[in-house]
């Protein structure tokens, strides 16, 4: 089977900075778009990065300029460098990808839009 594993999260004050990492573990093959996504008390999950298996990066509009997505392919792993941060970031951040390929046994099995269990980013004022 295969899991992604979110860490880095915490505690930090208005204007710090955390680096949250997101590692694939099992017997991966491929991994498409990975992303980050958020979710308050009391709101919705919303998108925060993605970056696709090429590189390529979308952000929403209220952490431009101040999150940085990247990927490490070799290590199945997916970073969200966090700065400038605010008391309105704080919220569960969930690992995500659209799909995923693994070995199961002699065979391919894939996961659609798989998600992480979370780790939580609390900035104080």
């Known amino acids: 089977q295969v899991q992604l594993v979110e860490s880095g999260g915490g505690l930090v004050q208005a204007g710090g900075s955390l680096r949250l990492s997101c590692a694939a573990s099992?017997?991966?093959?491929?991994?498409?778009?990975m992303g980050w996504y958020r979710q308050a008390p009391g709101k919705q999950r919303e998108l925060v990065a993605t970056?696709?298996?090429?590189?390529?990066?979308n952000y929403a509009d209220s952490v431009k300029g101040r999150f940085t997505i990247s990927r490490d392919n070799a290590k199945n792993t997916v970073y969200l460098q966090m700065n400038s941060l605010k008391p309105e970031d704080t919220a569960v951040y969930y690992c995500?990808?659209?799909?995923?390929?693994?070995?199961?046994?002699?065979?391919?099995?894939?996961?659609?839009?798989?998600w992480g269990q979370g780790t939580q980013v609390t900035v104080s004022s």
């Open positions: 970056i696709t298996s090429g590189g390529i990066t």
């Open positions: 099992g017997r991966i093959f491929s991994i498409n778009t």
């Open positions: 995500n990808t659209d799909s995923i390929a693994y070995y199961s046994g002699s065979y391919y099995q894939y996961k659609y839009d798989y």
